[in-house]
């Protein structure tokens, strides 16, 4: 039996409550994602027109694939937002892995290898944020510190100008469709089933779990810690890098400081995916949801003629409500 078995078999003879609040916050996001469908349905006749839904994915993509990223960083670590697992220089990340992929194309490379350069760039960073959680600085500061070398270099590799993104690859990621879906938004899909498969139905995703719950028990398991977060990292930069690619396909250039605009998204979608859940757990299934939720109310507000200062507003008591779950997670399983 897992560590993970284990723990859930005991809070299931142990504590009621804590089962019937979960599931009460895990129809909490189905509920709030219906609600907020019929609402901008009922108010604009554009909302749920195909080209709108099309709109809200491909928005949707470039902050889920970061946001499964910082998820699985969170599954691997715990999440305590002061010293569970957090990796706040992805925005950063992704902001940088674009403006060196633009650059290299820019400079007469081939646009794929330029990719692999704004690939390898991002897990630079990922390794230096695993290495040094390894070495016990706490998550919050270490990727604070990255945060700020990344959004530096990005300054620095594009001389703070726009950089236009060229290559027949990147318009094929903005304006390439497949089966009727954009090809970001398959990008989407494929990189949420593979993360879903492993980390919710391969040991690796239990063991992952089980880290992030009770780190002293998955060592006396025999489960190393240090591989799985170490991992995390990895794996949290290089979707970062992968929704850089992402972003500077859309908006057809990479645009300093862009980074540190989509952190806020990133971070939502990933803990918003706890509402998600039966378990109260952050999940990648969760995450791809809380995205599509995110990006649909962003653009619903702005169908239904609510001035833009008012969304950041609204995410940011999203953000409350989610923190709010947590909190009464915790108290119910006291």
């Known amino acids: 039996m897992s560590v993970l078995t284990a723990s859930a078999t005991t809070s299931s003879t142990t504590s009621a409550p804590g089962k019937t609040s979960g599931k009460f916050f895990g129809k909490l996001g189905y509920i709030a994602l219906a609600a907020v469908l019929v609402i901008f349905t009922l108010g604009s006749p554009y909302f749920l027109t195909y080209g709108n839904i099309i709109t809200i994915l491909t928005q949707a993509s470039v902050f889920a694939v970061a946001g499964v990223g910082l998820a699985i960083v969170i599954i691997c670590g715990g999440d305590d937002v002061l010293s569970g697992g957090i990796d706040l220089s992805s925005g950063a990340v992704a902001g940088l ?13 081939n646009t794929f290898l330029a990719i692999l350069g704004g690939f390898g760039t991002a897990l630079v960073i990922g390794l230096i944020n695993g290495a040094s959680v390894l070495l016990g600085l706490r998550p919050l500061l270490a990727t604070l510190a990255t ?3 990344a959004t530096s270099l990005e300054l620095v590799v594009s001389n703070n100008i726009k950089v236009v993104a060229e290559g027949s690859l990147f318009v094929a990621l903005r304006e390439g469709t497949f089966l009727g879906l954009p090809l970001s938004a398959w ?80 971070i939502l979608v990933s803990y918003m995916s706890i509402i998600f859940s ?6 990648v299934p969760g995450t791809v949801l809380a995205a599509i939720f995110v990006a649909a109310l962003s653009n619903g507000l702005t169908l239904i003629g609510v001035e833009s200062q008012w969304v950041g507003a609204a995410k940011g008591l999203l953000i409350l409500v989610v923190l709010a779950s947590v909190t009464l997670k915790g108290r119910s399983a006291k």
């Open 147 to 149: 945060m700020g070398i």
């Open 187 to 266: 990008t989407l899909l494929l990189v949420g089933a593979v993360s879903w498969a492993i980390y919710s139905r391969s040991s690796w995703g239990i063991n992952s779990y089980a880290v992030g719950q009770n780190p002293t028990a998955a060592t006396v398991a025999g489960i190393s810690v240090n591989k799985y977060r170490f991992s995390s990292y990895l794996i949290s930069s290089l979707l970062a890098g992968v929704a850089g690619v992402l972003l500077i396909s859309r908006l057809s250039a990479a645009v300093p400081g862009i980074g540190g605009q989509i952190l806020l998204d990133i």
């Open 97 to 109: 892995s674009g403006a060196v992929t633009a650059v290299l194309t820019v400079s007469g490379a």
């Open 278 to 283: 039966n378990r109260l757990l952050v999940s």
